[in-house]
């Protein structure tokens, strides 16, 4: 049920640096959000989903730099041609996006900032010490392997520079107590434990200004510095939604019906900064901390994270090129579980393309329509059920929706998936093409249709939030856009409700679901 006054499910992804194009690793969490925001739409929620770009910064501007322009003209350059773009390709329903440069986001961090300093959080101190600009990370000894970073295998900056501090340690046993009591606020497992552990071992105050170059938000009381880009960062997921607006005005409203955020959607290099500053941050203001950081591993190639700084980045197009949009969504939230590393391997991407979804989907769904042309006039038959097969799908629906609003995507798709071989399983055991032979079977033949159309019509409900486009597809070939409204209309809670496809409707024989691999290579 939809209510405009409820809260919103809020959901972010990071906002990422825009030192060069998004790769694959940026797609993984986007693709992830997406999914997961398309999913509660369909529960029939009220949804909010929040990426963007993280523009200020040493890293940012000495990318400007070496590429002989402004910081400015660099990140509009970049978010323009690269990074929207490849969300809109991947088909990324955000509902909003921000880049930290935008004056909505200046002025309310300005404003946050001043509100920390009025009520004693912060003051003047003196850092000392090495930072990364990789990670734009003051670095503690532990963090450092021989000097260089671990994360970048670059030697880091030795930094002496008078800036202002936030009490971070102050906030340590809130925190502690915080996961404590909320251990879903910080998952999975493995992530809360490390921080913990961070937070027992002890945690120093956090510098959140620089003084030797400009590319940020200047401090307000204190214009030659500017804010620390990660403070200034963290505060996008408030920022974008009213931060510190009057209540009665229209970013007042947007932040009543939105903060807190749900989920932080955020890869595990990044966890620290979510888990431990923003909720302080948010404790220092006095306002409500996240319900969740849920920190997924890294894509890895030959071992290793991927990224572009260690040129091994990888960029959506060589592979939605190859096997498509569609199955780019699918594959990486299929095949790695989520919160786990996981290698990208082109043979495993095209013995699940090939095998479940050109085989086990794809060809369910041909063979269907193509069965009710031949059988029926290309008209639905009357409406029958199979008891067996709608019991199968009141368990999937119960256990796909439990796995998709806990995070667990490959949960969530394997339980769908095996609905689909279910599925396939019931054509190939009813064999209508023999039933057909008979007329006196013909009640049998039609039931035995209407009951496969019904469960595809189930399927392409539940897999719309993964596959959108292709999903679309199907479900205009059922006629059920016609009968039924858009497929993004139809509820979670209601797909087990057997029976819906009316029976009189006209399929159409649309495009092929997963052309096979090889046509796609000669019509290249
Ligand atoms: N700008 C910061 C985030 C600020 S959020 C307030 C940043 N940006 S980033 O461009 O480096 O993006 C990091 C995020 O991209 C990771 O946390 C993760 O979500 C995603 N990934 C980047 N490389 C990745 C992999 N190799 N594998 C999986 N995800 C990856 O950090």
């Excluded at 990789?134 to 000894?141: I, T």
């Excluded at 569609?326 to 991407?349: K, T, V």
Aim: contains cysteine; hydrophobic residues 40%.
């Amino acid at each position: 049920m939809t209510m405009s006054g409820a809260k919103s499910f809020y959901l972010t992804t990071p906002i990422y640096y825009v030192n060069d194009a998004p790769h694959i690793g940026h797609a993984y969490t986007t693709v992830a959000g997406d999914v997961l925001t398309r999913w509660h739409r369909q529960r029939g929620e009220n949804v909010w989903f929040l990426t963007g770009t993280d523009e200020h910064g040493e890293k940012v501007m000495n990318t400007a730099k070496a590429n002989n322009t402004s910081p400015q003209d660099w990140c509009d350059r970049l978010v323009t041609d690269a990074w929207k773009p490849n969300w809109k390709a991947l088909n990324i329903a955000n509902d909003d996006f921000i880049r930290t440069t935008e004056p909505r986001h200046e002025e309310r961090v300005q404003r946050f900032l001043q509100g920390l300093k009025d009520s004693g959080h912060i003051y003047l101190g003196k850092y000392e010490g090495p930072y990364c600009i990789g990670c734009e990370e003051f670095k503690l000894p532990a963090d450092l392997d021989e000097g260089k970073c671990v994360i970048h295998g670059r030697p880091v900056e030795m930094l002496s520079e008078e800036n202002w501090f936030f009490k971070l340690s102050a906030f340590v046993p809130a925190l502690i107590e915080h996961y404590k009591k909320h251990p879903e606020a910080c998952e999975p497992t493995s992530a809360r434990n490390e921080v913990l552990a961070f937070l027992e071992g002890g945690v120093t105050d956090l510098s959140i200004s620089r003084s030797t170059f400009d590319w940020g938000i200047p401090v307000p009381w204190d214009t030659k510095q500017v804010v620390y880009v990660w403070f200034d960062a963290l505060l996008n997921y408030a920022t974008a939604v009213g931060l510190g607006d009057d209540p009665a005005s229209e970013g007042g409203r947007k932040f009543a019906q939105t903060w807190p955020a749900d989920v932080h959607l955020v890869g595990k290099d990044i966890l620290r900064f979510h888990a431990v500053i923003w909720p302080a941050m948010l404790m220092a203001a006095n306002l409500p901390v996240p319900g969740k950081v849920f920190a997924h591993g890294w894509l890895l190639v030959a071992g290793e994270k991927m990224s572009k700084s260690k040129l091994t980045g990888i960029a959506p197009s060589d592979i939605t090129d190859h096997f498509g949009v569609d199955a780019f969504r699918y594959y990486f939230l299929r095949a790695i579980p989520f919160g786990s590393d996981g290698s990208f391997s082109w043979e495993d991407m095209s013995a699940r393309y090939t095998s479940e979804l050109a085989n086990d989907f794809g060809n369910l769904a041909s063979r269907l329509i193509a069965m009710i042309e031949k059988y029926c006039d290309g008209v639905i038959p009357a409406v029958a059920k199979d008891d067996a097969l709608a019991a199968v799908l009141a368990e999937t629906v119960a256990t796909a929706d439990k796995a998709m609003i806990a995070l667990d995507f490959q949960g969530g798709i394997n339980s769908i998936m095996d609905f689909c071989k279910r599925v396939n399983g019931f054509v190939t055991e009813k064999e209508p093409w023999v039933v057909a032979k008979e007329v006196a079977r013909q009640a049998e033949l039609m039931a035995i249709l209407y009951n496969t159309a019904d469960a595809i019509r189930a399927l392409a409900v539940l897999l719309h939030p993964v596959m959108p486009a292709t999903c679309e597809v199907l479900w205009s070939s059922l006629g059920a856009d016609k009968t039924l409204g858009a497929i993004g209309d139809q509820r979670i809670a209601d797909v087990s409700n057997w029976g819906q496809l009316p029976s009189g409707s006209r399929v159409v024989k649309g495009a092929v679901l997963f052309p096979r691999l090889e046509e796609k290579e000669v019509a290249k």
